[in-house]
Nanobody
Framework: QVQLVESGGGLVQSGGSLRLSCEAS????????MGWFRQAPGKEREFVAF????????SYEDSVKGRFTISRDNAANKMALQMNSLKAEDTAVYYC?????????????????WGQGTQVTVSA
């Protein structure tokens, strides 16, 4: 089992930055791909970013490309999401996820483990 705990959410003004962290325990995450999803009020959870097991490959949802950066530190069993130039539409609960053997990482049901989420609110 992998336990995931997100932190770093909060309230920020439009144009500001936040850095989300996801700390894993239970198992080493170097065998897992990691990802970030988000869920805005009244909407389904959606893919935000993906990073493969060694950090050599990343992928982003189109609306966050160039603004968000996903990274990982396997030695520390952590992952992060640096979010810059935040917009009101980025307001959501952000979840980190871990999985192996992903066929389509943009799909929520591909992932094995999830954190509880951290709230990000961007004021206009």
């Amino acid at each position: 089992q992998v336990q995931l705990v997100e932190s770093g959410g909060g309230l920020v003004q439009s144009g500001g930055s936040l850095r989300l962290s996801c700390e894993a325990s239970g198992r080493a995450i170097d065998a897992y791909a990691m990802g970030w999803f988000r869920q805005a009020p009244g909407k389904e959870r959606e893919f935000v970013a993906f990073i493969n097991w060694d950090g050599g490959r990343t992928s982003y949802e189109d609306s966050v490309k160039g603004r968000f950066t996903i990274s990982r530190d396997n030695a520390a069993n952590k992952m992060a999401l640096q979010m810059n130039s935040l917009k009101a539409e980025d307001t959501a609960v952000y979840y980190c996820a871990a999985g192996r053997g992903l066929l389509k990482y943009t799909l929520e049901n591909e992932w094995e483990y999830w954190g509880q989420g951290t709230q990000v609110t961007v004021s206009a």
